[in-house]
């Protein structure tokens, strides 16, 4: 029997896919370093095992299952739970059994990383004694998949990464997805360090105007000045702005090679004049 119950256990947890299950308190963690020294020396340095002392922790069977029949077959591997086999919901739901409740912020459920079938153990590898325990530090880890996007870093003009600079987590919450939202970011993140730029303003042209800062700037990198999307600032306006739009002096031929902003200094918004023309 005592062998039965976590056989069934198992079946169940597979064939459904379903979160990992708490341990059942037959085998203590302490039980695996009989043959599995070096891993389990290892665990110590984890931000996982130091928080076990002061704040409950996770222990090897709370990620692995109860450990009684994987032990009593000496050791069989298809008696043991390894999250990196389980599709990537069933694992992190694992984890989100957790942090699901402990971390607010953690909408992992609902983000983009979850829909692109991205799972907590591709970023974190929980045997690990690195800062959060992730696979690679800051840029590097995201990398590894978005490698179109870390190599306009490298173009002419780009958003710096370094010192002072944004890492992809000061704009991007890797757990929340919907961050990505151009005009969220705007308000929510650009405005930590551009607050200049993002009012609010009496009259407002970024935010309120038109979807987000993104819908002139191409914030990874660019070949245009201050990072914007055209090379030349009148083709910029321009796109929006057509003739018709803008009164009948402002031809496209008159601003060739000059910049709108030498007039409309208050391009992101102004408080006092509702053409931005000054600051
Ligand atoms: C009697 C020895 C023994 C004990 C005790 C033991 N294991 Fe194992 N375990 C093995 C052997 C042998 C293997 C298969 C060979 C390997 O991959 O190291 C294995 C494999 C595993 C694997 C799969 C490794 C992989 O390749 O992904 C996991 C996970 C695991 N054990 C976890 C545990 C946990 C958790 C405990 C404690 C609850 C535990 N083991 C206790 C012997 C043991
Ligand atoms: C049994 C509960 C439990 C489970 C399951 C669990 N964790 Fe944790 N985790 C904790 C606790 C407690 C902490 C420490 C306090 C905190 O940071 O919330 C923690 C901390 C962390 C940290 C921060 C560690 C650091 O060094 O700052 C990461 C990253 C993490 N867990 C990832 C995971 C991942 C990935 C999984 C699934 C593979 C997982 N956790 C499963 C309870 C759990
Ligand atoms: C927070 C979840 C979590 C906890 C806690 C945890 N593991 Fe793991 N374990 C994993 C994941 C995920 C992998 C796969 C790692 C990978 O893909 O590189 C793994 C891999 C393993 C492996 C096979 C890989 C190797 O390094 O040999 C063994 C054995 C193992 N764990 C045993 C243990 C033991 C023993 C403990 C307790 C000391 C433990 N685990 C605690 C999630 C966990
Ligand atoms: C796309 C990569 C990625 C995925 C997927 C991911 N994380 Fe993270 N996680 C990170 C990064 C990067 C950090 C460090 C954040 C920072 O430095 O601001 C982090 C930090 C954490 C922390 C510690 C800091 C904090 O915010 O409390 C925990 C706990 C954590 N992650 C748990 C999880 C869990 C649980 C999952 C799955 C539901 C998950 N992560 C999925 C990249 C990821
Ligand atoms: C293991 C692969 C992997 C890693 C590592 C990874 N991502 Fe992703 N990421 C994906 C996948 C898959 C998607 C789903 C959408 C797609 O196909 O681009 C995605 C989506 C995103 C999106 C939303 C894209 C959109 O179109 O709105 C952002 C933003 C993002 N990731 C940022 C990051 C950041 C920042 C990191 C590092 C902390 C990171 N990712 C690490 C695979 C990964
Ligand atoms: C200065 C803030 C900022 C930094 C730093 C940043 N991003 Fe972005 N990222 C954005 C904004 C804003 C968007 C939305 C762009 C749009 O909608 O056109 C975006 C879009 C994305 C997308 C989806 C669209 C695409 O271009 O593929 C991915 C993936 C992404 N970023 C990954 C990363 C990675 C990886 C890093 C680090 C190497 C990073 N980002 C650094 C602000 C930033
Ligand atoms: C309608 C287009 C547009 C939008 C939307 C926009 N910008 Fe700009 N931004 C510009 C132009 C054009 C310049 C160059 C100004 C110049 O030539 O002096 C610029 C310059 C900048 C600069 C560098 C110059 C300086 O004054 O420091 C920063 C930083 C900046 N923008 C941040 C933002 C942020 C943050 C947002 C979102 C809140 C945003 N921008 C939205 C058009 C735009
Ligand atoms: C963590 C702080 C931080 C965040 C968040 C941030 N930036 Fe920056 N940004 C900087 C720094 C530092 C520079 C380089 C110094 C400078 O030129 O002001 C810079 C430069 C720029 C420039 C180029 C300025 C020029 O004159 O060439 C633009 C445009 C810009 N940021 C827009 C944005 C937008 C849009 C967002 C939101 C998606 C954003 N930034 C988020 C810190 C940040
Ligand atoms: C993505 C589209 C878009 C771009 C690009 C854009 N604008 Fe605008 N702009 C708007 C919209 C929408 C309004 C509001 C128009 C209205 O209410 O008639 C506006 C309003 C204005 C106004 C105030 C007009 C009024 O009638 O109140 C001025 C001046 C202006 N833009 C100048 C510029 C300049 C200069 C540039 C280039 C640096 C630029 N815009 C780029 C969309 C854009
Ligand atoms: C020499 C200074 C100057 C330059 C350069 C300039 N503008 Fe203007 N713009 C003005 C003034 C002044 C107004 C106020 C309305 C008027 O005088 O007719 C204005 C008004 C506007 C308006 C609001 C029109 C309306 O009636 O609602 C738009 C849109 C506009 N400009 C776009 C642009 C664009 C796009 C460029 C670059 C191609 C540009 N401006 C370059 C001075 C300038």
């Not at 984890?95 to 829909?115: D, K, P, V, Y």
């Not at 079938?117 to 978005?146: F, V």
């Amino acid at each position: 029997m005592r062998i039965l119950i976590p056989c069934l256990l198992f079946s169940c947890i597979l064939a459904a896919g379903a979160a990992i299950l708490p341990a059942v308190a037959e085998v203590e963690d302490s039980d695996c370093a009989m043959c599995h020294e070096e891993v389990v020396a290892a665990y110590q340095k984890t931000g996982h095992a130091l928080a076990t002392v002061k704040d409950g922790g996770a222990g090897c069977q709370s990620c692995h299952g109860p450990g009684d029949a994987h032990i009593e077959e000496g050791g069989d591997p298809d008696k043991i739970i390894r999250p990196q086999s389980l599709s990537p919901e069933a694992s992190s739901d694992g984890c989100l059994t957790c942090h699901g409740r402990r971390e607010n912020h953690f909408s992992a459920r609902q983000g983009i990383h979850r829909l692109g079938e991205i799972g907590c153990i591709d970023c974190h590898n929980p045997h690990s004694a690195a800062d959060a325990m992730l696979r690679a530090e800051g840029a590097a880890l995201c990398s590894e998949c978005h490698q179109a996007v870390t190599a306009r870093f490298t173009m002419p003009r780009s958003h710096p990464m370094a010192d002072n600079g944004p890492g992809c987590v000061s704009c991007h919450n890797p757990h929340d997805g919907r961050r990505s939202h151009p005009s969220r970011i705007a308000t929510e993140v650009c405005g930590r360090c551009h607050f200049e730029k993002t009012g609010p303003f009496l009259y407002g042209h970024d935010t309120t105007l038109v979807d987000g800062c993104s819908t002139c700037h191409e914030v990874h990198g660019s070949t245009g000045r201050h990072l914007l999307v055209e090379e030349t600032q009148v083709n910029l306006c321009y796109s929006c702005h057509g003739a018709g739009v803008t009164p009948g002096w402002h031809s496209a031929r008159r601003f060739l090679g000059e910049k709108c902003t030498a007039c409309h200094t208050a391009i992101h918004g102004s408080n006092t004049s509702q053409y931005f023309l000054e600051e």
